[in-house]
Nanobody
């Protein structure tokens, strides 16, 4: 499975962006999808995840500001980001977990990410 992230850009603090991640390949194997981010000089961290059933989970610093959603008919994952802060500045990446019955035959390839820069 390959993914392509888009939607990043430069926004002022308090602004909003909507990120998208389009998956291709063995998309029928995809289960939970996750957004990660990596800021300058920082480790990659989990931002939010969503299961096939729509259950969501958020990192504490983004709760109430970010919303993750998915459109499986379009093989697309979204991240709506509101009330952005300078500390949200990072490259954002999406990741897909696979259903167990797909076994080891399916590979995941990270995308290039999309850069979000929030100015103060």
């Amino acid at each position: 499975v390959r993914v392509v992230e888009s939607g990043g850009g430069l926004v002022p603090a308090g602004g909003s962006l909507r990120l998208s991640c389009v998956a291709s390949g063995d998309t029928v194997c995809i289960s939970t999808m996750t957004w990660y981010r990596q800021g300058p000089g920082r480790e990659r961290e989990k931002v939010a995840s969503i299961t096939l059933g729509g259950t969501t989970n958020y990192e504490d610093s983004v709760k109430g500001r970010f919303t993750i959603s998915r459109d499986d008919a379009r093989n697309t994952l979204y991240l709506q980001m509101n009330s952005l802060k300078p500390e949200d500045t990072a490259s954002y990446y999406c990741y897909a977990d696979f259903k167990s019955y797909c076994g080891l035959d399916v590979m995941f390839y990270w995308g290039k990410g999309t850069l979000v820069t929030v100015s103060s």
